[in-house]
């Protein structure tokens, strides 16, 4: 029997790399113009595999939009395979949710073109989470494709990947990469050998027949393939070679006896990993986790919980969705792409943050315009699903102390922060002009109804300043709370006449005295909302007895813990309530970095900075809501290291001051000090972490990553193409503990860690400053990744801000309830103010939950025609009853997968195995 060899041709296609998205879209142009008439003329160049990402034929159909139909006939037919994805996605750089919608538009897509090719395609990420398989299967999908990652303990082509939950997929390992077929030559002798060249390559690991993925990054079809193909199976019968598609080969390889890997794939035993994409633009990443943030965190759960449903914001969601999903492509999402291509990466990452802000703000007035209350008082939403209290920054009318009522008339404390007017006037300044004659129309322009440069008015006065009469003082008083509002068409008149008469008038509005504070708000539901409205005067003690953040000198307490500033290093000791006490936290430890932006490198000769020249201590806030102490560090650090695009030899000599300001926060009831760097860096060629002793020597460490948390140990597997480098991604935070006490980790967008010291401490990267894309012979990776290409944007040179949470703690990372704690410290909560006038039709009470979900994490709520949608998922190793009420009622529906294809019905609960993943669609229609 011949051993049979597939073939399949396909391009690699990065929308955007070294060159922007549309230098490589005329790229794309050009192959597609060639490609489709050659699969309608050529029927011996059968088949065609498109990248798996749909993106790529709309970037094509915008320019050539005559062809769809020919698009759609070539996949409709199996001829050309599209999908299932979007675009390829990074699984580390990006949530959970964003991979779902990843997959989702590409599947519909796929759908309206002709048909989504049904296996998971994953050619050319770094690295693979480990709940992927669980996904797949979620989308209907038995195989998988993948390359980097695979570690060594796999020795075939192909193995068992097994998700937390026990979900499995088989995995066709690319033996050699999704190019081992590449430049398949025009000689049928030629590709016999070629063939037995990769046979022998192969050796044990063929299971049975052999594939050649025929392409690579960016490659023109072979027109001579189907042709070559045919000769040489005319010539010999070592071997059958056949042109076909992915599932056309999948669909009868071997299944028995393959080896079962459980969870991520992150082994660099056979291909470089690319291990340190995620501390290479912490600007970019900061900026993913914000966009993803505000539009799955904030916009999609407040707009489908509180804006009626014919009203919900579709459109403006999909195009958010659309910007995130298209920044998650590898090379744009790991920031491993030249400066142009970046700067783009962060203006998607704008907009789709800028449009989830403007649909969260829409939302609370939606949900303002339903709840009953006075007017002016202060609606807050918790866009999280546990209940949790928190701090709201508001401004409210008048001098001196103030605290607020809740619904329940209970009385919250409140802090003042300063006494201004709005929008940083002083109280009294505001507006001030003198004007006459066209530039009065000037000044009547900003006048509106009861309006006048944005500000309501309450009163005016007209007065004469000269005996003349010519010249006139005009006063407008800014309305404050309820005070009744005047309309100023009468004033409009007069000073129109007065212009017309020549007269000279002094225009001036006086600003309403106003507090800027925060208070308080004690504890409001998940997916809920409570009111409150402002009083005069400190809070009557007990304000809902709270023990109150206080800081004094180089101290800072609430009722969990106690931090004390070294004034020397600048490092601080916390203390918890029962007594343990970890010193030395936060030491910023500053070395060289030779590498590029794919992976970390220390040069040769490195220096290693983590002791300041000189420190400064201020106390900022002192309570009772929120306490804080400044501290101000001036540090050396080489200036750049020596080196070229091969490697990097050592760090200069030659040095730059730097100035890190460090902001340490406490609040009441928060078990957690927050901490914000802002790092002025003028150096190059480094990389900067902060060092946290443990309270025990750990043996790993639990990271948050795409719907699970997962254990890894102190070291990581490399090869020979890379060094096996412990330096981890996480998502949100990252857990060291003993099981019996621990440290963790809250960070917002600094993805990489690692646990240093033989397991004694935790160091997170601040940010890692690099000059090129990549070298092409650093020390810990002895090839090239990209293209050499010297960068200045990876400097990160200026001002950079790095915030995160320390969250010392007893038991494991479930026990601290790292959840809850990642979502109240990225996810504030929302507010706004009741207008004066009726509330609307089906009226909310003054305090109470949308939806309340129990028994499992909720990874989003969004709208789809016909209910709403609530995707959740078990993150422990028991099985476990999740129940739902939505307006106050068990919520019914269907369980769904990700096609949106109903599994099962649920009536107020439903039953999860351990780690697993569920789409509900509920019945609802508000």
């Not at 020919?70 to 949530?95: K, N, Q």
């Not at 929120?626 to 050396?636: D, G, H, L, Q």
């Not at 033989?758 to 810990?780: F, I, K, N, W």
Request: proline share 6%.
């Amino acid at each position: 029997m011949p051993t049979r060899v597939a073939i399949v041709p396909h391009t690699h296609w990065d929308r955007e790399w070294y060159s922007p998205f549309q230098t490589f879209r005329l790229r794309l142009v050009r192959l597609l113009d060639a490609l489709l008439p050659m699969l309608e003329s050529d029927l011996s160049y059968s088949r065609f595999l498109l990248d798996g990402q749909t993106a790529v034929l709309d970037d094509y159909l915008a320019v050539r939009p005559e062809a769809a139909p020919a698009l759609a006939r070539l996949a409709s037919s199996g001829r050309l395979a599209i999908g299932p994805w979007m675009v390829l996605m990074d699984e580390f750089m990006v949530s959970g949710e964003t991979m779902v919608r990843d997959l989702q538009f590409g599947l519909a897509r796929g759908s309206e073109l002709g048909g989504a090719m049904d296996v998971g395609y994953l050619p050319d990420m770094f690295g693979h989470v480990g709940q992927m398989p669980q996904l797949l299967r979620l989308a209907g999908f038995e195989h998988a494709v993948v390359w980097r990652g695979v570690p060594a303990v796999v020795e075939q082509t192909a193995f068992w990947w097994e998700a937390p939950d026990g979900s499995r997929v088989r995995a066709e390992y690319l033996y050699g990469s999704y190019s081992n077929g590449r430049d398949i030559p025009d000689d049928a002798k030629r590709l016999v050998l070629r063939a037995r060249d990769y046979e022998h390559e192969l050796g044990p690991a063929r299971l049975r027949d052999m594939l050649l993925m025929n392409g690579t990054d960016h490659q023109m079809p072979q027109p001579w393939l189907g042709r070559v193909v045919a000769e040489a199976n005319s010539v010999q019968d070592e071997y059958e070679f056949a042109v076909t598609s992915l599932p056309e080969y999948l669909a009868d390889q071997p299944t028995d006896g393959l080896v079962t890997v459980a969870g991520e794939l992150r082994s660099g035993a056979r291909a470089n990993l690319l291990m340190g994409v995620g501390s290479n633009r912490v600007d970019v990443h900061r900026a993913c986790a914000a966009a993803e943030r505000s539009l799955e965190r904030r916009a999609e759960p407040l707009s489908a919980l509180f804006v009626p449903s014919g009203q919900y914001p579709h459109a403006l969601a999909e195009i958010a969705w659309r910007k995130l999903v298209l920044n998650s492509a590898h090379d744009s999402s790991c920031a491993c792409s030249s400066d142009e291509v970046v700067d783009q990466v962060l203006v998607r990452y704008y907009e789709a943050r800028q449009i989830g802000d403007g649909l969260t703000h829409d939302a609370m007035r939606a949900l303002a315009g339903h709840v009953s209350g006075p007017a002016g008082a202060t609606v807050v939403a918790n866009p999280t699903s546990r209940a949790r209290s928190g701090l709201v920054d508001v401004r409210v009318p008048g001098t001196g102390p103030c605290h607020f009522l809740g619904a329940d008339g209970e009385p919250h404390a409140a802090q003042l922060l300063d006494e201004v007017g709005d929008e940083g006037f002083q109280a009294g300044d505001g507006f001030q002009a003198m004007v006459t004659g066209q530039k009065v129309r000037w000044v009547l322009d900003m006048m509106r109804g009861t309006e006048f440069a944005g500000r309501q008015i309450h009163a005016y006065e007209v007065s004469d300043t000269q005996p003349a009469g010519d010249q006139h003082d005009i006063v407008l008083h800014e309305a404050r709370g309820a005070d009744e509002r005047v309309d100023l068409a009468e004033l409009k008149e007069q000073m129109l006449a007065l212009g017309e008469a020549g007269h000279t008038m002094r225009v001036r509005l006086q600003v309403a005295p106003m507090r800027h504070v925060v208070f308080d708000t004690g504890e409001i539901h998940g997916f809920g909302w409570s009111t409150f409205t402002a009083a005069e005067g400190p809070a009557p003690a007990p304000a809902r007895a709270i023990v109150p953040a206080a800081s004094h000198g180089n101290e800072l307490s609430n009722e969990y813990l106690r931090v004390t500033v070294d004034p020397t290093l600048g490092t601080y000791a916390i203390e918890t309530a029962d007594g343990t006490r970890v010193t030395g936290c936060g030491r910023l430890v500053d070395d060289g970095d030779g590498g590029d932006t794919y992976n970390y490198s220390p040069p040769d000769d490195d220096l290693v900075v983590d002791r300041p020249d000189k420190i400064r201590i201020d106390t900022r806030e002192t309570g009772p809501v929120r306490a804080r102490v400044n501290i101000e560090a001036v540090y050396t650090w080489p200036a750049f290291a020596i080196g070229d695009e091969r490697s990097c030899r050592r760090r200069s000599e030659e040095t730059v001051r730097t100035l890190v300001r460090t902001t340490l926060e406490l609040r009441p009831q928060e078990r957690f000090l927050r901490v914000a760097h802002e790092i002025d860096n003028r150096a190059r060629d480094h990389r900067l972490r902060a060092h946290f002793p443990l309270p025990a020597r750990v043996d790993g460490s639990d990271a948050e990553c795409a719907f699970a948390v997962v254990h890894r140990g102190l070291t990581a597997e490399g090869g020979v193409h890379e060094v096996g480098l412990p330096t981890f991604p996480s998502r949100r935070f990252v857990d060291a503990s003993d099981g019996t006490a621990g440290l963790a980790l809250i960070h917002d967008g600094l993805l990489e860690y690692e646990i240093v010291a033989d397991g004694h401490a935790l160091a997170l990267t601040l940010l890692r400053a690099v000059g090129y894309l990549s070298r092409t012979e650093p020390q810990l990776r002895p090839n090239p990744a990209g293209p050499p290409v010297p960068l200045a944007g990876p400097q990160l040179l200026g001002p950079q801000r790095a915030e995160y949470a320390v969250l010392p703690h007893t038991g494991d990372w479930r026990a601290a309830d790292c959840y809850g704690v990642a979502d109240a410290f990225l996810v504030p909560f929302e507010r706004t103010r009741l207008a004066a006038g009726s509330v609307l039709p089906g009226s909310r009470p003054r305090a109470g939950a949308a939806l309340r979900v129990e028994g499992a994490e909720v990874s989003a709520v969004h709208r789809v025609p016909g209910g709403l949608v609530v995707r959740v998922f078990r993150t422990g190793p028991d099985a476990g009853r999740v129940t739902l009420e939505h307006e106050g009622v068990p919520a019914r529906g269907f369980v769904v997968d990700l096609r949106g294809r109903p599994v099962t019905t649920f009536e107020g609960a439903l039953h999860l195995r351990p780690f697993e993943i569920a789409t509900l669609r509920l019945n609802a229609d508000l």
